[in-house]
């Protein structure tokens, strides 16, 4: 069966009450992650938390998380501004370089839960669980599983440790970690190979031929932005 990479530190922080965070995005690897953690973790010191996409995100991808936790979910968002009006303001579209949607509408909000969290808990040591993979990409294989945040932590006050549950399982291993928690990936894994904004800048071209035919209206306003602001998302082929 499919294990969870637990670092030796694990044992000892969640002796001292680490709390962990984990970000759902309702994808497989967030869905396996999850399954994997709540074995190694007390059900008291994990939180589970959704950084919405809103508007560009697969319909019912909250309700599935939902259904497959049995955590409260903590469902957070950029109020100042949503993926279509980011775009609009820079007149361009992010790219793999310039990945601002990941950190002003998933990275950003979650530290500040996470922040605004250990304060009201009166805690002083977060984890913040996610579930990239080394398979995934060349970039990603170069990450290490466990980290110390030095950005998020603050000295004498807050220590914020970034870990990688399912950083080494294979594509394969995911689905049967799924599986084997009796649960089913969301619907769009039918077709899809993987699962993000409904037209993620990463996808690839059969993702985006289904989120296309799955949401008609959505893509239509893509494709009408990227005639106003005279940028395209994607460059060349993919």
Known sequence: MPGVYKPPEIDELIRQGAIFYISHSGGKDSQAM?????????????????????????????????????????????????FLSMVEARGMWPSAAYRQCTSDLKRGPIFTFIRRDLKARGATIGINCMGLRAEESAARAKRQPFKYNQKESLPG??????????????T???????????????????????????????????????????????????????????????????
């Open 157 to 170: 006050k807050r220590d914020i440790w970034d870990w990688l549950p399912v950083f080494y399982l294979t």
């Open 34 to 82: 999850y399954a994997l953690v709540r074995r190694v973790v007390p059900h008291d010191q994990i939180v589970v938390i959704h950084a919405t996409l809103g508007e560009v995100e697969w319909p019912g991808v909250i309700e599935h998380i939902r259904s497959n936790v049995d955590h409260e979910l903590h469902v957070v968002q950029n109020e100042r501004k949503t």
């Open 172 to 238: 394969d291993e995911v689905f049967q970690t799924i599986a084997d928690a009796g649960q089913q990936p969301f619907w769009a894994y039918r077709q899809n190979e993987r699962l993000s904004c409904v037209f993620c800048i990463m996808g690839s071209v059969n993702d985006l031929r289904h989120g296309a035919r799955q949401n008609p209206e959505l893509y239509q306003r893509y494709v009408e932005l990227e005639k106003r602001i005279g940028h395209t998302m994607f460059t060349r082929g993919k």
